[in-house]
T-cell receptor
Framework: GDSVTQMEGPVTLSEEAFLTINCTYT??????LFWYVQYPGEGLQLLLK???ADDKGSNKGFEATYRKETTSFHLEKGSVQVSDSAVYFC?????????WGAGTKLIIKP | GAVVSQHPSRVICKSGTSVKIECRSL??????MFWYRQFPKQSLMLMAT?????????EQGVEKDKFLINHASLTLSTLTVTSAHPEDSSFYIC???????????FGPGTRLTVT
C-alpha cells in the first residue's frame, strides 16, 4: 500500500542554519503531498502542499518540491529560527485519506 | 479559511468513566470527519472515518464499542471514549473535509488523561 518515510529525528540545528527534512513516498497514481507542523502543545497545521509533479509548495520560508522521478517531497528552509522548533509531518493523500510519515522533531538552538 | 474546533481541549477523567469529545466545523459543512489518535513521539493513527448520517468506518484494531463515533450533522462529530482506562490517555485529533474537496482541516486536538 501507499506509504511515507521521513528522516528520523530529532534534528537539532543552530539558529540561521539551513534545514532539510527528507520525505519519500510510495504510491499508486498521483497523490497530493503535504507537510504539516505541530508546535508544542498545539494541534496540526497545514504548512504547505503540492498537488502535482514539479509543483513547489511554500509557506513561512519553507519550501518543498514534488519530485515524481525520485518520489520525494523534501522540506527545506534557508534560515531557521527558534520559533520553528516543532514536529513536522509529511503526508500524502490516498483516496481522500492521509497517509502519514512518523514525524520529525526539529529543535532549533539560539 | 475553514476552521475546525474541538472541545474540550483538555480533560482528566477517572478510570471507568466515559468521556465525550466534540469536533465542529465552524464555517463549512463537513461531509466527512476523521478521528486520529497521537501517541507520544509517534505519528498520527487514523481511528475511524465518519460520514454524516451513516455509521463510522473503523480502522483495524480500533474497538468500535469502546470508541463511539457519532456524526449526526454536517457540522458536528463526537467521539466518546467509554469505560476509559489509563492506556486510553492520548492526544485525540479530528479533521474534516468538505464534499468534493480532498484537503483535511484539523481541529486543535484534545488531551485526554485517564487517572
Amino acid at each position: 500500500g501507499d506509504s511515507v518515510t521521513q528522516m528520523e529525528g530529532p534534528v537539532t540545528l543552530s539558529e540561521e542554519a539551513f534545514l532539510t527534512i527528507n520525505c519519500t513516498y510510495t504510491a499508486t497514481g498521483y497523490p497530493s503531498l503535504f507537510w504539516y507542523v505541530q508546535y508544542p502543545g498545539e494541534g496540526l497545521q497545514l504548512l504547505l502542499k503540492a498537488t502535482k509533479a514539479d509543483d513547489k509548495g511554500s509557506n513561512k520560508g519553507f519550501e518543498a518540491t514534488y519530485r515524481k522521478e525520485t518520489t520525494s517531497f523534501h522540506l527545506e528552509k534557508g534560515s531557521v529560527q527558534v520559533s520553528d522548533s516543532a514536529v513536522y509531518f509529511c503526508a500524502l493523500d490516498s483516496n481522500y485519506q492521509l497517509i502519514w510519515g512518523a514525524g520529525t522533531k526539529l529543535i532549533i538552538k539560539p | 479559511g475553514a476552521v475546525v474546533s474541538q472541545h474540550p481541549s483538555r480533560v482528566i477523567c477517572k478510570s471507568g468513566t466515559s468521556v465525550k469529545i466534540e469536533c465542529r466545523s465552524l464555517d463549512f459543512q463537513a461531509t466527512t470527519m476523521f478521528w486520529y489518535r497521537q501517541f507520544p513521539k509517534q505519528s498520527l493513527m487514523l481511528m475511524a472515518t465518519s460520514n454524516e448520517g451513516s455509521k463510522a468506518t473503523y480502522e483495524q484494531g480500533v474497538e468500535k464499542d469502546k470508541f463511539l463515533i457519532n456524526h449526526a450533522s454536517l457540522t458536528l462529530s463526537t467521539l466518546t471514549v467509554t469505560s476509559a482506562h489509563p492506556e486510553d490517555s492520548s492526544f485525540y485529533i479530528c479533521s474534516a473535509t468538505q464534499d468534493g474537496f480532498y484537503e483535511q482541516y484539523f481541529g486543535p486536538g484534545t488531551r485526554l488523561t485517564v487517572t
